[in-house]
């Protein structure tokens, strides 16, 4: 078969599997609609600490992987928290001013303990389940 005769073969292929396929109805709407969600729902919630009198409360908490916690410094001293070196990811706040936030989505199980770069004393730990 010469190449020429092979495009001939394949062009008159792509025309056929068209006039099927419009026959056949597969470009109407009764093609199923997917609903598979393209995100799958978030395995945790949400969890919240608060920084209160140079403290972390609560200062143990138990989440599960996925699960977004989020600190609040509700002190009217400066606070940035920081997990310590080993834990299963490593993570930093910028420095929490009054009324300040700081959020960490946790994903890896494992036991993070984290403390207060300007107060070293402060110190907290959460427990990622899987
Ligand atoms: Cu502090």
Redesign the pocket.
Known sequence: MTSYSHGIFWSVCAILLVLTCSFSGCTSSQSPVTTTPTTPAPVGGSNAIVIKN?AFSPANLTTRSGTTVTWMNQDG?V?QIASDSGTPVAFTSGSLANGASYQFTFTQPGTYTYI?T??PS?KGTIIVQS
Do not use: L
Request: charged share 0%; glycine share 0%.
């Open positions: 140079f001293a606070h207060c300007v107060h402060m």
